[in-house]
Each structure stands twice: as C-alpha cells, then as structure tokens.
C-alpha cells in the first residue's frame, strides 16, 4: 500500500496533498491490481500500524508519513531542503518533526546571530527555568562570549566580564522567582555586586520610572477621578491605611487614575505596587506585573490559604516598605486570592487585627466583566468565589467612577453598554438581547460570513503588514477557542510573506508500551496551550501563553509581533504596554497542563508558547482597549458578562462590527426583527 501511494502521488495530481493516514479518504485499494484509485464515494477511515520509538527507522518514517505529503519515494521523504539526509531520524529532525539532542545549544546559536547581548541574557535564564537543560555548564561555556559582548568593550579583566554577566543572569533568575544556585554555574563574587546588598524586588520598584509629569496627569481628571485620587492619597499620607474599590465600567478611567496616583507616589520617593489579575491590564501600568507572580499567590488557592513567600524574603520587605498597592481587575479572581493576600500582610506586619496589616490598598475593575474562572462550577459557585462575597467587602470604600460625555463621545453607545451589562436591556426571555443593525454583519450561515467580518475589521490588509499601529489596534473576538483558531488560519492564510510552520514534540510521560500514539497526542490542544502545528509569517501578531519573565513585560497575555524566525528560536517584539519595543528571543519551553485530571496520563508538549492573536477569546481580551473589535458569537455567549466585554472592548459603535447567529426560536413568535442573541447577566454579583 505504501509503494502504491509513492507511485499514486507520482502519477495523480489529486493524490499529491494528502497524508497518507488519510489517504483512505480520497482513494480506494485495489487488493488485485494493488493500485490506489480516487474514491467516488463512502471515504473510508484510514489508520497506519503503530510503531515504538524503540523500532528506530520504522518509527522515524511513520513520523514522516504523518507529515509530509506528496512524497515519491524512500529517498523523496528522507530529502529536505533539497539535501538528501542518510536516515528517516535525521530527516524527521531537519524538517523539526522530532527533538534534536542539540535543540537548546542551536537555540542560543541562532539568536547570536541578532548581537543582543541583554536578549541572550534573558534567553538563558528563560532556557534554565522553563526548558529542562541537562548540560548547563556546557551552554554558559560556549555562550558566554556572545551574552558577554558589551561587556567586553569596556572591561579589560575575563573574571570581572564573566561575573557581570553572571550578576545579570542572577536578577534575571531572580524575577523568574529562581535561585541561580539551583544550576551549576560559576560561583558569584559579590565584590561585583553593588546593590548594597538591597532585595532584587525593592530595586525594581524604586527605579520603576514615571511615564509623564504629574502635574499634567492631575489637572486632566474628571471631578469623580479627583475626589478618588484626594480620598486614596489622603490614606497614604496618614498611614493609617485603607481598603478602597475603584468601580467604573470601561473607559471611565481607571488606568488614568492608576497612573496619576502612581506618579504621585513614586516622585515622592515612596514605594508604589501595581499589580493586575491580567497580564495584559497589568502591562499598561508603569511597573505592573500580575498579582500571582508579585504576590506569590499559589496558582489552586484553597478556601484559608496564604502567600507563597516568608517573612525574609524580598516580597515581604517590598510590601513592609510599600505605601500604596493596587490591583486592577479584582473581580476576575477568586476571592480567596485576595483574602491570601491579606492573611499574609497581616502577618508579615504584626497586624493581625488590621486588613492587610494596616497598608493602603486600591482594589479596581468592574463586575460586569468576566467573573473568576470555576472549572465546572455552578452560578452559585462562581458568585461565590468572587471579592464581594468576601469578609473584605464591608470594609471597602466604594469609588464609583462614570463617564464624563464630550462633545466627541457616544452617548447612545455609551448608555447601551452599561444597559447590556447591567442586564437591564433583556427582552421577554431575560437573556436574550437584540443587537443594533448598525453593528451587525448579516448572517446567511456561509463562510464567506466570516470574510466579511475580516473585510471589515481588517481592511486593506496586505498593505499594512509592516504598520504595528495597524496590528495592534484591530482584533475580533469571540467565545471558544475552535472558533477563534478558525478565524486566525484564515488570515494567516491572507497575509503576506513566506509561511513558517513550527510542529510541537508530544509525549505521554511513563508510556513505555505506546499507548498514546504521535498523532493522537497532536491532535489535543488543551486551554492555554499553542497548538500542535503553529504557522507563522514575519510581522504576524501572536499572544504570549506563559508567564516567562514578567518584570521585564513577558507575562501572559502579551501581545508580541514576529520579526524574525530560526528553527528553534523566534525573535518578537513586545508592541503593548510599558514594555512597547522592546525585542525578545523565545525558545521551545515544555508545558504540561494545569489540571492532572484532563487526562488518563501526564501530557507533555514543547513548543513556542504563543498563538496567533488576530482573533482571540473574549475573555483575554478582557483589560485591553481595541479600537477596532468584530465580535464572531456562531453560539451564544455562555457565561456573565462575556457579551459586555465583548462590546465593550471598542472606543465607538462605528469600530464594531457583530457577526452572530440567529437563536432558534421556530416556536416564538414574539422576536421577528433584528439579530438577538444571548446575555448572561448574573444580577446579584452586578447590582449587590
């Protein structure tokens, strides 16, 4: 069957792009005359006999046959790039189908080639935390001289350039929340070191600088801003503290306010936190990082549960000496974050007694948003996992922001919105509401429904590959994942350049009888991680789907755009937030899924940890400001708030455009204009 597939792609055009597990689909085998020959009709299930890794060249080729098509021969397959390779496991590795024993050596080699010393730097550190490198002392060896390049122009001695790069690395190490005495590298001289011996977390906050003048930034709010920032900068200066939560729907300002406060603070010489549930809203505040990473806030917090960190570490003197801390986006997590956070500062500042151990504390977002995540839970456990079910709540005070209408503004939008989120334009049924004409693309159920929302939200792609505003500022949404990963292929496919296609290395740990088959563990893409196959172009948008180094703007959520591709390295550049320009190397990291019980067996894949962000889930876009939004609901939304932060997410009516189908309602008469669709409004959690 397989020569008769080599002769079927020599001879027929229909045959050349098929795989040959699916080539069943497509022809029939003929057992007399032993030929394929097309299928007219009932396809067929194809399936090739499993092969163990331990078979060597048996299971090499199998992995070629389950990713190359239109191959000829024995030596088609094993030619790559037009060089012939002398085994199926070299071929497989030159077409980047199988892990090389060199991939983490190669890495580093390909981004020398971009002279980046402080970028090397960072890609080590990330190879040392993430990657699993078994020869560490080898990589500093041979790497050294690269990462130490502008260090050598001005310093003379090989010991003081080795112990520099070393002191970087360390810091590095450190904002990863890792000990460089975990790895075998050279001891540290700390005659180098001159921090004074001040915690890496202190130093990064004081020299956090302030993005514009403050005086500029307080004579722009609005009366409701300025009588909040009076009100949270009259507990800082008493130092009695204060819990306040800062509520406003979108486009209220309550970045704008963060930031007037934070200058405030820091240009008096005070320490300032600000933190988010996002790493996308954390971004866009000078010096945010997520509250999990600042606060070391177990990822599965339990009902009573505390801080990941002691009372000597440098978290805890940041937070001893910190005057104001704030955190946006509260009411996405689960309220025993927030309570673990306040458990631990009462004891790291003796104030057992006293909420959060007497510290002003600013708590931000708006309930009509997206609630925390509870995997399989019910309303009434998601309600109760969210900060006004909190002992915390009481003691809050309430500062309510509202938009101040210019003469520019929407009012119209504006009041459809809070009217969507609030839950007070539902028709007969509660949930379900109707969309304005205005914002909607007709839906006939064809897929060319989809090219018109791209038209739309993406017009005159082609000529504006190169503009980053462009990129950046344009993106459609929508509720699952399938969907979003439809929309982004199909404008892969439009834009321009040479496509990069990067295959992830999947394996079932403890699985020496191959129970899990290659193409089985390809096929799954569990929530948050980068799929098997990942193409790519040069200038493509792609979302970061880890937290590799968030002090320095690589936490997840990340918006990055491609500049350049190796084979196992890819050169991004940061384009959101205060870390805007900066360039970055990413390498393959492993990822194993969060929840142990997703599987019958612990799945492990390596791969970029990135996916194309055209299009994205609602609930990522959650904190970010999109002036151009298409929203694609094929289903109704199925959870609070997803339709308002769909909505919300755009500056005007006229930016947004709604691709969603009709609900079948055959037996109601009562809706006959109009698109209608769903929205889940919670109204406890809004209105309490």
Known sequence: MLTAYFKANRDYEWARNTLYRDFPLIARWLPGTKTWIERQQRPQVGRIVSAHPAEGERYYLRVLLNHVTGATSFEDLKTVNNVHCRTFQEAAEKRGLIEADNTLDDCLTEAELFQMPPSLQRLFATILVFCEPRHVRTLWNKHLEAMSDDYRRIQRSQHAVEQLVLLDIRNMLRSMGKDIRSFPLPDIDESYDNSGGVDREIIEETSVEADQDHASLLLSLNPEQKYAYEKILSSVDSRDGGLFFVDGPGGTGKTFLYRTLLTKVRGEGKIAIATATSGVAASIMPGGRTAHSRFKIPLNIQEGGVCNFTKQSGTAKLLQKASLIIWDEVPMTKRQAVEALDKSMRDIMGQPYVPFGGKTIVFGGDFRQVLPVVRKGSRGQITNATLRKSYLWDSMHQLKLVRNMSAQSDQWFSDYLLRIGNGTDQLMDEDRVELPDEICVPYTGADSN????????????????????????????????????????????????????????????????????????????????????????????????????????????????????????????????????????????????????????????????????????????????????????????????????ALSRATSRNKLKVLAAPLNDDDDSSITVGTVTKNIVYKDVVTS
């Open 450 to 645: 989809i090219g018109d929302l791209i038209d739309h939200i993406f017009p005159m792609l082609a000529a504006n590959t190169c503009n980053t505003d462009y990129i950046t500022s344009r993106a459609i949404l929508s509720t699952r994942n399938e969907y979003v990963d439809k929309i982004n292929m199909q404008l892969i496919e439009c834009f321009p350049g040479d496509e990069v296609i990067y295959h992830s290395f999947d394996r079932a740990e403890d699985d020496p009888h191959n129970n899990y088959p290659s193409e089985f563990l390809n096929s799954l893409t569990p929530n948050g991680f980068p799929p098997h196959v990942l193409k790519l172009k040069v200038n493509c948008p792609v979302i970061l789907l880890r937290n590799l180094d968030p002090a320095n703007g690589l936490c997840k959520g990340t918006r990055l755009v491609v500049r350049a591709f190796q084979r196992n390295a890819i050169d991004a550049e940061i384009v959101i937030g205060q870390h805007a320009r900066k360039r970055v190397f990413l390498p393959r990291i492993p990822l194993c899924p969060s929840d142990d019980e997703m599987f019958p067996f612990r799945f492990k894949r390596k791969q970029f940890p990135i996916r194309l962000c055209f299009a994205m889930t609602i609930n990522k876009a959650q904190g970010q400001t999109i002036p151009n939004v298409g929203v694609y609901l094929p289903r109704p939304v199925f959870s609070h708030g997803q339709l308002y932060v």
